[in-house]
C-alpha cells in the first residue's frame, strides 16, 4: 500500500471508529426522536396467501365463504404431480377414488358411495362436470387434461346448484379462457418405461374484442409390463387430444365462448397377471380355483393370448357458451354436444393357453346433448340463481364374452363332469372323420341402447339476514325418463358349428345324455332322462349368459321404458363470528334416477336417495398466513344401486344390487405459507361408512357391517422455492398420499376387491410420495424440472378378476403402477 493510501486509509479508519461512537452514545436520544418525528420503514410486504376464487355455488365466491365441504387441486399440484387426467390425482383428495386402470369404464367414488359404471342402464352416483358441462357416465369422464385452471371437488349432494343431479357430490373442472395477452408454452417430458409426453399451448388475441386459445397434447409409454412368453408389452400405448377456443366480446353486455375438444386414445387394455398355478398341458388346474393357493401377482410372469387385447376411444365435444348482462343480473346459455366411440378387449384368464381362454370385450357408442339457462343477481339482500337444463343421451352397448371351443370343453367338464366336445373328437378320432372341434372361437354377446332424457329447475338462494348471518336455500325438480332394450343371441360359434353339422351327417350325433348331468332335466320330452346331444341342441348351448331369463329371451328384443321424478331440497346457514371466521350447517337431499340391468331383459330398479347432513368451520388467518376448513357430515342413502358379480351359480353373472347404507365422518385441509418460501397443505378424510340393510345374491346379510370403505385417508405437500438471484430460482416439492385399510366384509371376498389371502392383501393401506425439482429461468421464460412419482416404488393388488374362477379354474389380477421418472423441458413466451 503506498504512503499516500495508507494516510487516506487511516483517516477513514478514525472518521469510522468516530462516528460509530457517537452513534453508540447517542442511540437513546435519537430513538425517542425518531418514535416522535420519523417512524420506521415499513418492512417488506410478505408473500400472502393466494386467494382462491371458486364456482362452486354458480357465483365467484373466495373458498373461504363457500359454506361447502370442497377441496380444490391447482394448476401447481397438477404440474408437480405430472397429472395428466383426474386419475392421477385422486390419491391427493382424500375421499375421492377413481378406478381408472380402464379408462373407458372408469368409476368415482366419493365418501365412499360410487356406482361402477359397467351397463349403460345405471347412472353414475358422482357427476363430473367440464366448464358446468355434465361430461355423462364412466366413457367420457377420464380425459386428458388441455389447459385446466383448477379442480373443484365438491363432498356431498349438490343438485340445486349443477344442470344434472349428484347423489354423492361433483367434480368440477375449470379450464382457462382466451385472454387478451399474446403468449403460448411448449413442454416436453421424456421418462422411464418408454415416457414421451408433448403439450403445447397458443393465445392469440384478434382485435379488442376477440381471443382464440389453442391446445395440443400427444402422450405415448412402452408400458411396464411384457408377456413373459413373447415378450411384447402388455400395456403400452399413445393418447393425443386437441382444444380450440374462441372468446368474442360481441358488444359491452354479451360475450361468447365457444370451444371443441378432441381425443383419440389407441393403448392396450388393463393387464391380467394370472395367480393360479398350471400343470403342464394338458393338465387342467381345478375347478373352481382353490383361492389358498393363489399366488402373488406382483413381480409374477404375466401371459396373454388375446389377439387384440386393445382400448380404444374417439372423442369429440363442442360447448358453446352465451353470458349476456342486464341491469338486474346475468343470464347465462350453455349449449353442449359430447360424442365417443370406445373399444375395450380384456384379458380375463390370465394364461397363454387356448383351453382356458376367456376375455371380455366393451363396446360403446354414446352421444349426449346438454342445454342449460342460468339466470343469477343480487338485489343487496339476496344472491340468487335458478336456471333450467335438458340433458340427453343415446348410447348402444355390446357387452362381449370371448371364449374357444377348448375352453368351453374345459367349462363343461368341470361344471358338468362331461367335456362335450372332448367326448365327441374321440368318437370323430376313432371313426377317423375329418372334423376338428378344437381351436374355433365361441362368442356370447349382450346388446343394449339407451334413450335416455332428463328435465330439471333448479334454484338457490343466499339471504343475508344480517351482515354476520345467512340463510341459503335451494330446491330442485328433476324428471328423469329412459327407454331401454335388451337383445341376446345364442352364442356365435360358426367354424365350430359347421365341424358338429358334419358329425351329424357322419351319423356320430346326436349322442344321449342323463339330463341330471347338464341340470336340463326340464328338457327331458319323453321322460327317459336322456336329452340328445345334437347340433341343434349345441347351437343353443350358452355358457356366459345361460341363467333362465336370458336363455328365455334368446333371440328376443325386449324393450321397457319408465320416467322418474323427484324434488331436492337444500338449507345452509352460515354465520361469521369475526371477519375471519365462518361457522356452517346444511341439510341436502341428493338423487339419482332409478335404471335397468343390461343383463337381465326386463329388470328394473327404482331411483336413488341421499339425505347429508353437515356442520363445520372456516377460517381465514391472514395474519398468520394460516387457512383451514373443518366439516362433520352424516348421510343416509337408500337403494344404493350398484353393480355385482353374483356367484351363487356355476357360471358367474353380474347383477345390479341394491342395498341401504349410513356413514358418518370427518374431513378436515389447511393451507399455511410458513415463510416467504415454503407454503404446506394438508387434507384429511376419517369415515365409519356401513351397510342398513344388504343382502348379497349368495345370501350373506351384511347389516352393520362396513362397506369396505377405508376409515382414514390423508395427502400432504411441502413446496419450497430457493430464489437465485440473476440466475433464476429453484423451486422443491414433496406430495405424500395414505390411504388406510380397507375395511372388508363377509362378501368382499366373492368379489375380489377385499380381503387377506395366504401371498397377498387386497385393501392394504397405501402410501404414494412424488418428488418435483424445477429451475425456472428469471425471465420466466424457461424452466427444466426432474419429477420422480411414487418414489418407493410401493406396489399393491388392485383386485381380483374372477369371472374364470368357477368356469376354467384360472384366477387373475391387477397391479398398481410402478414407480415413474423423468424430465421436463418448458418454455413459455
Same mark, same amino acid.
Given at each position: 500500500?503506498?504512503?499516500?493510501?495508507?494516510?487516506?486509509?487511516?483517516?477513514?479508519?478514525?472518521?469510522?471508529?468516530?462516528?460509530?461512537?457517537?452513534?453508540?452514545?447517542?442511540?437513546?436520544?435519537?430513538?425517542?426522536?425518531?418514535?416522535?418525528?420519523?417512524?420506521?420503514?415499513?418492512?417488506?410486504?410478505?408473500?400472502?396467501?393466494?386467494?382462491?376464487?371458486?364456482?362452486?355455488?354458480?357465483? =365467484?365466491?373466495?373458498?373461504?365463504?363457500?359454506?361447502?365441504?370442497?377441496?380444490?387441486?391447482?394448476?401447481?399440484?397438477?404440474?408437480?404431480?405430472?397429472?395428466? %387426467?383426474?386419475?392421477?390425482?385422486?390419491?391427493?383428495?382424500? !375421499?375421492?377414488?377413481?378406478?381408472?386402470?380402464?379408462?373407458?369404464?372408469?368409476?368415482?367414488?366419493?365418501?365412499?358411495?360410487?356406482?361402477?359404471?359397467?351397463?349403460?342402464?345405471?347412472?353414475?352416483?358422482?357427476?363430473?362436470?367440464?366448464?358446468? @358441462?355434465?361430461?355423462?357416465?364412466?366413457?367420457?369422464?377420464?380425459?386428458?387434461?388441455?389447459?385446466?385452471?383448477?379442480?373443484?371437488?365438491?363432498?356431498?349432494?349438490?343438485?340445486?346448484?349443477? !344442470?344434472?343431479?349428484?347423489?354423492?357430490?361433483?367434480?368440477?373442472?375449470?379450464?382457462?379462457?382466451?385472454?387478451?395477452?399474446?403468449?403460448?408454452?411448449?413442454?416436453?417430458?421424456?421418462?422411464?418405461?418408454?415416457?414421451?409426453?408433448?403439450?403445447?399451448?397458443?393465445?392469440?388475441?384478434?382485435?379488442?374484442?376477440?381471443?382464440?386459445?389453442?391446445?395440443?397434447?400427444?402422450?405415448?409409454?412402452?408400458?411396464?409390463?411384457?408377456?413373459?412368453?413373447?415378450?411384447?408389452?402388455?400395456?403400452?400405448?399413445?393418447?393425443?387430444?386437441?382444444?380450440?377456443?374462441?372468446?368474442?366480446?360481441?358488444?359491452?353486455?354479451?360475450?361468447?365462448?365457444?370451444?371443441?375438444?378432441?381425443?383419440?386414445?389407441?393403448?392396450?387394455?388393463?393387464?391380467?397377471?394370472?395367480?393360479?398355478?398350471?400343470?403342464?398341458?394338458?393338465?387342467?388346474?381345478? @375347478?373352481?380355483?382353490?383361492?389358498?393357493?393363489?399366488?402373488?401377482?406382483? &413381480?409374477?410372469?404375466?401371459?396373454?393370448?388375446?389377439?387384440?387385447? %386393445?382400448?380404444?376411444?374417439?372423442?369429440?365435444?363442442?360447448?358453446?357458451?352465451?353470458?349476456?348482462?342486464?341491469?338486474?343480473?346475468?343470464?347465462?346459455?350453455?349449449?353442449?354436444?359430447?360424442?365417443?366411440?370406445?373399444?375395450?378387449?380384456?384379458?380375463?384368464?390370465?394364461?397363454?393357453?387356448?383351453?382356458?381362454?376367456?376375455?371380455?370385450? %366393451?363396446?360403446?357408442?354414446?352421444?349426449?346433448?346438454?342445454?342449460?339457462?342460468?339466470?343469477?343477481?343480487?338485489?343487496?339482500?339476496?344472491?340468487?340463481?335458478?336456471?333450467?337444463?335438458?340433458?340427453?343421451?343415446?348410447?348402444?352397448?355390446?357387452?362381449?364374452?370371448?371364449?374357444?371351443?377348448?375352453?368351453?370343453?374345459?367349462?363343461?367338464?368341470?361344471?358338468?363332469?362331461?367335456?362335450?366336445?372332448?367326448?365327441?373328437?374321440?368318437?370323430?378320432?376313432?371313426? &377317423?372323420?375329418?372334423?376338428?372341434?378344437?381351436?374355433?372361437?365361441?362368442?356370447?354377446?349382450?346388446?343394449?341402447?339407451?334413450?335416455?332424457?332428463?328435465?330439471?329447475?333448479?334454484?338457490?338462494?343466499?339471504?343475508?339476514?344480517?351482515?354476520?348471518?345467512?340463510?341459503?336455500?335451494?330446491?330442485?325438480?328433476?324428471?328423469?325418463?329412459?327407454?331401454?332394450?335388451?337383445?341376446?343371441?345364442?352364442?356365435?360359434?360358426?367354424?365350430?358349428?359347421?365341424?358338429?353339422?358334419?358329425?351329424?351327417?357322419?351319423?356320430?350325433?346326436?349322442?344321449?345324455?342323463?339330463?341330471?348331468?347338464?341340470?336340463?332335466?326340464?328338457?327331458?320330452?319323453?321322460?327317459?332322462?336322456?336329452?340328445?346331444?345334437?347340433?341343434?341342441?349345441?347351437?343353443?348351448?350358452?355358457?356366459?349368459?345361460?341363467?333362465? @331369463?336370458?336363455?328365455?329371451?334368446?333371440?328376443?328384443?325386449?324393450?321397457?321404458?319408465?320416467?322418474?321424478?323427484?324434488?331436492?331440497?337444500?338449507?345452509?346457514?352460515?354465520?361469521?363470528?369475526?371477519?375471519?371466521?365462518?361457522?356452517?350447517?346444511?341439510?341436502?337431499?341428493?338423487?339419482?334416477?332409478?335404471?335397468?340391468?343390461?343383463?337381465?331383459?326386463?329388470?328394473?330398479?327404482?331411483?336413488?336417495?341421499?339425505?347429508?347432513? =353437515?356442520?363445520?368451520?372456516?377460517?381465514?388467518?391472514?395474519?398468520?398466513?394460516?387457512?383451514?376448513?373443518?366439516?362433520?357430515?352424516?348421510?343416509?342413502?337408500?337403494?344404493?344401486?350398484?353393480?355385482?358379480?353374483?356367484?351363487?351359480?356355476?357360471?358367474?353373472?353380474?347383477?345390479?344390487?341394491?342395498?341401504?347404507?349410513?356413514?358418518?365422518?370427518?374431513?378436515?385441509?389447511?393451507?399455511?405459507?410458513?415463510?416467504?418460501?415454503?407454503?404446506?397443505?394438508?387434507?384429511?378424510?376419517?369415515?365409519?361408512?356401513?351397510?342398513?340393510?344388504?343382502?348379497?345374491?349368495?345370501?350373506?346379510?351384511?347389516?352393520?357391517?362396513?362397506?369396505?370403505?377405508?376409515?382414514?385417508?390423508?395427502?400432504?405437500?411441502?413446496?419450497?422455492?430457493?430464489?437465485?438471484?440473476?440466475?433464476?430460482?429453484?423451486?422443491?416439492?414433496?406430495?405424500?398420499?395414505?390411504?388406510?385399510?380397507?375395511?372388508?366384509?363377509?362378501?368382499?371376498?366373492?368379489?375380489?376387491?377385499?380381503?387377506?389371502?395366504?401371498?397377498?392383501?387386497?385393501?392394504?393401506?397405501?402410501?404414494?410420495?412424488?418428488?418435483?425439482?424445477?429451475?425456472?429461468?428469471?425471465?420466466?421464460?424457461?424452466?427444466?424440472?426432474?419429477?420422480?412419482?411414487?418414489?418407493?416404488?410401493?406396489?399393491?393388488?388392485?383386485?381380483?378378476?374372477?369371472? !374364470?374362477?368357477?368356469?376354467?379354474?384360472?384366477?387373475?389380477?391387477?397391479?398398481?403402477?410402478?414407480?415413474?421418472?423423468?424430465?421436463?423441458?418448458?418454455?413459455?413466451?
Amino acid at each position: 500500500m503506498g504512503k499516500g493510501n495508507a494516510m487516506t486509509y487511516n483517516r477513514l479508519s478514525r472518521g469510522v471508529r468516530r462516528a460509530l461512537l457517537t452513534s453508540l452514545l447517542a442511540t437513546p436520544a435519537l430513538a425517542v426522536q425518531a418514535q416522535v418525528q420519523h417512524p420506521p420503514p415499513a418492512p417488506p410486504e410478505a408473500i400472502e396467501l393466494d386467494r382462491i376464487v371458486v364456482t362452486a355455488q354458480s357465483r =365467484e365466491q373466495e373458498l373461504k365463504d363457500v359454506p361447502i365441504a370442497l377441496q380444490v387441486v391447482g394448476q401447481s399440484v397438477i404440474e408437480q404431480t405430472m397429472a395428466e %387426467n383426474l386419475g392421477d390425482l385422486d390419491s391427493f383428495v382424500p !375421499g375421492l377414488s377413481i378406478s381408472d386402470d380402464q379408462p373407458t369404464q372408469a368409476s368415482f367414488k366419493l365418501r365412499g358411495l360410487s356406482t361402477g359404471d359397467f351397463g349403460i342402464g345405471t347412472d353414475p352416483t358422482v357427476g363430473v362436470y367440464v366448464d358446468g @358441462v355434465y361430461a355423462g357416465r364412466g366413457g367420457g369422464t377420464v380425459l386428458p387434461f388441455l389447459d385446466v385452471e383448477r379442480i373443484e371437488v365438491l363432498k356431498g349432494p349438490q343438485g340445486t346448484l349443477f !344442470g344434472r343431479n349428484t347423489a354423492a357430490g361433483a367434480v368440477s373442472i375449470v379450464t382457462r379462457r382466451p385472454d387478451d395477452q399474446f403468449g403460448g408454452r411448449a413442454r416436453v417430458r421424456v421418462g422411464n418405461h418408454g415416457k414421451q409426453y408433448f403439450d403445447g399451448m397458443l393465445n392469440l388475441p384478434a382485435g379488442e374484442t376477440t381471443a382464440f386459445r389453442f391446445n395440443a397434447m400427444n402422450s405415448q409409454t412402452d408400458g411396464w409390463v411384457r408377456d413373459a412368453t413373447t415378450g411384447r408389452p402388455l400395456d403400452d400405448g399413445r393418447n393425443w387430444a386437441t382444444r380450440a377456443a374462441l372468446r368474442w366480446d360481441i358488444d359491452d353486455n354479451t360475450q361468447m365462448l365457444l370451444s371443441w375438444d378432441h381425443e383419440d386414445l389407441d393403448q392396450r387394455s388393463r393387464p391380467a397377471i394370472g395367480i393360479v398355478a398350471l400343470p403342464p398341458a394338458p393338465g387342467l388346474p381345478p @375347478v373352481p380355483a382353490d383361492p389358498a393357493h393363489y399366488q402373488d401377482p406382483i &413381480g409374477h410372469a404375466a401371459h396373454t393370448d388375446v389377439a387384440d387385447n %386393445n382400448e380404444t376411444r374417439t372423442f369429440d365435444g363442442a360447448t358453446l357458451i352465451l353470458d349476456h348482462a342486464f341491469e338486474w343480473g346475468h343470464l347465462v346459455s350453455t349449449s353442449a354436444w359430447r360424442s365417443f366411440d370406445t373399444y375395450n378387449r380384456a384379458e380375463e384368464d390370465g394364461t397363454h393357453r387356448r383351453e382356458l381362454y376367456l376375455d371380455t370385450i %366393451n363396446i360403446e357408442d354414446n352421444t349426449t346433448w346438454y342445454q342449460e339457462f342460468k339466470f343469477s343477481g343480487n338485489t343487496g339482500r339476496l344472491d340468487w340463481v335458478a336456471g333450467a337444463s335438458w340433458f340427453q343421451e343415446k348410447a348402444r352397448q355390446s357387452s362381449v364374452v370371448d371364449l374357444t371351443s377348448d375352453s368351453i370343453n374345459t367349462a363343461a367338464a368341470g361344471l358338468y363332469g362331461m367335456p362335450l366336445f372332448g367326448m365327441l373328437q374321440d368318437a370323430a378320432d376313432f371313426y &377317423g372323420l375329418p372334423v376338428q372341434l378344437f381351436g374355433h372361437p365361441w362368442r356370447e354377446a349382450y346388446d343394449n341402447t339407451v334413450d335416455s332424457t332428463a328435465y330439471a329447475l333448479f334454484g338457490d338462494v343466499i339471504w343475508h339476514a344480517t351482515d354476520t348471518l345467512n340463510l341459503t336455500f335451494g330446491l330442485r325438480y328433476t324428471r328423469d325418463r329412459k327407454a331401454f332394450t335388451w337383445f341376446n343371441d345364442h352364442h356365435r360359434a360358426d367354424a365350430l358349428n359347421q365341424a358338429l353339422q358334419a358329425l351329424e351327417q357322419y351319423g356320430v350325433l346326436p349322442q344321449p345324455v342323463p339330463c341330471q348331468a347338464l341340470g336340463l332335466c326340464a328338457m327331458d320330452t319323453d321322460g327317459d332322462g336322456l336329452i340328445p346331444i345334437d347340433a341343434a341342441f349345441l347351437a343353443g348351448f350358452d355358457l356366459a349368459f345361460s341363467d333362465p @331369463v336370458s336363455m328365455a329371451n334368446k333371440g328376443v328384443t325386449n324393450r321397457a321404458s319408465h320416467a322418474w321424478s323427484d324434488w331436492s331440497p337444500r338449507l345452509v346457514i352460515d354465520y361469521h363470528p369475526s371477519a375471519d371466521t365462518m361457522l356452517f350447517a346444511s341439510v341436502a337431499k341428493g338423487y339419482k334416477a332409478g335404471g335397468y340391468n343390461a343383463f337381465s331383459p326386463g329388470a328394473s330398479f327404482a331411483n336413488e336417495s341421499v339425505w347429508n347432513f =353437515e356442520a363445520g368451520i372456516k377460517r381465514d388467518l391472514r395474519d398468520l398466513r394460516i387457512q383451514y376448513e373443518a366439516s362433520v357430515f352424516h348421510y343416509v342413502y337408500d337403494n344404493r344401486q350398484a353393480i355385482r358379480l353374483d356367484t351363487t351359480s356355476d357360471i358367474p353373472r353380474y347383477v345390479v344390487s341394491t342395498s341401504d347404507l349410513a356413514a358418518h365422518g370427518v374431513d378436515f385441509s389447511a393451507r399455511w405459507q410458513a415463510s416467504d418460501h415454503l407454503s404446506i397443505d394438508v387434507a384429511v378424510e376419517w369415515i365409519d361408512s356401513t351397510y342398513k340393510n344388504y343382502v348379497t345374491p349368495e345370501g350373506i346379510d351384511l347389516g352393520g357391517q362396513p362397506t369396505g370403505e377405508p376409515s382414514l385417508s390423508f395427502a400432504a405437500g411441502a413446496a419450497y422455492t430457493v430464489p437465485l438471484g440473476a440466475h433464476g430460482e429453484l423451486m422443491f416439492s414433496a406430495r405424500h398420499s395414505y390411504g388406510g385399510s380397507a375395511r372388508c366384509n363377509a362378501g368382499s371376498l366373492s368379489q375380489g376387491n377385499c380381503g387377506r389371502y395366504a401371498a397377498f392383501t387386497i385393501g392394504e393401506e397405501r402410501n404414494r410420495t412424488d418428488l418435483y425439482l424445477r429451475w425456472r429461468s428469471p425471465s420466466t421464460h424457461w424452466g427444466v424440472a426432474a419429477y420422480a412419482n411414487n418414489v418407493f416404488d410401493n406396489r399393491y393388488v388392485n383386485g381380483l378378476y374372477t369371472y !374364470g374362477t368357477t368356469v376354467v379354474g384360472t384366477t387373475a389380477a391387477g397391479v398398481s403402477e410402478p414407480r415413474f421418472y423423468g424430465m421436463e423441458l418448458m418454455y413459455r413466451f
